[in-house]
């Protein structure tokens, strides 16, 4: 069974663009959920979406903002990029819904993202 | 949500078991003691979990103190594969909150020949 796949794997943008990344969980999971990670925040929660609606939201701008598709395959797009937005942006599946304390999430590599 | 310590870094011989500790001293009855590894450069990957009883897989061992305020994840013979981060994560109970993960720095763990 084919993994979590995040594409892509790395980005490079300007000040200002927007990015759009996606995530594909495993098939059969209908959970996507989105972190942030950078060396000096760690692991932070953006958001999860199950069942094509979006269930959870971490403390992140309006500019962060993500949609899940019928086939539960996920993207996210961050708009008006600054370069604080620099960082591995990881999704992660799982078969119900996180909130199941229960839940296995599995991690896709991420999408390496370079703010410039 | 449960706080987690853990040490910043820590080292182990191949073929040494390598024992992680967490503290997890403000833990509620129900939530769940989640271990993951984190290998540079890739996601994070699920070790185990558990409750209140000890748990073992083909990975790892979890042994969890009868007061559930710390644990103990044991590698039984580590390899150099083995070099990562490793987290150690409470579960909120709360529906909605679960998905809020916080990971925390995690421990280095180096394994070396």
């Known amino acids: 069974k084919a993994g979590v796949t995040q594409t892509p794997r790395y980005l490079i943008k300007t000040r200002g663009q927007q990015v759009t990344l996606s995530c594909s969980p495993i098939?059969?999971?209908?959970?996507v959920s989105w972190y942030q990670q950078t060396p000096g925040q760690g692991l932070q929660f953006l958001f999860e979406y199950f069942s094509e609606t979006q269930r959870n939201k971490g403390n992140f701008p309006g500019r962060f903002s993500g949609r899940q598709f019928s086939n539960s395959r996920s993207e996210m797009n961050v708009s008006t990029l600054e370069l604080g937005d620099s960082a591995l942006y990881l999704c992660a599946s799982s078969l119900g819904q996180v909130a199941a304390t229960n839940e296995k999430l599995f991690f896709g590599s991420g999408t390496q993202l370079s703010v410039l | 949500d449960a706080k987690t310590t853990q040490p910043t870094s820590m080292d182990c011989a191949e073929g040494r078991a390598a024992n992680l500790p967490c503290n997890h001293s403000t833990i509620s009855g129900n939530e769940y003691v989640y271990w993951y590894r984190q290998i540079h450069s890739q996601g994070p990957q699920y070790i185990i979990h558990?409750?209140?009883n000890n748990e073992t897989n083909e990975m790892a061992s979890l042994i969890i103190t009868e007061d559930r305020k710390s644990s103990t994840l044991i590698l039984p013979h580590a390899t150099l594969r083995d070099t990562a981060v490793y987290y150690c994560?409470?579960?909120?109970?709360?529906?909605?909150?679960?998905?809020?993960?916080?990971f925390g720095t995690g421990t280095r763990l180096q394994v070396t020949l």
């Open positions: 994560i409470v579960r909120p109970t709360l529906t909605g909150t679960a998905s809020k993960l916080t």
């Open positions: 098939s059969g999971h209908r959970s």
């Open positions: 558990g409750l209140k």
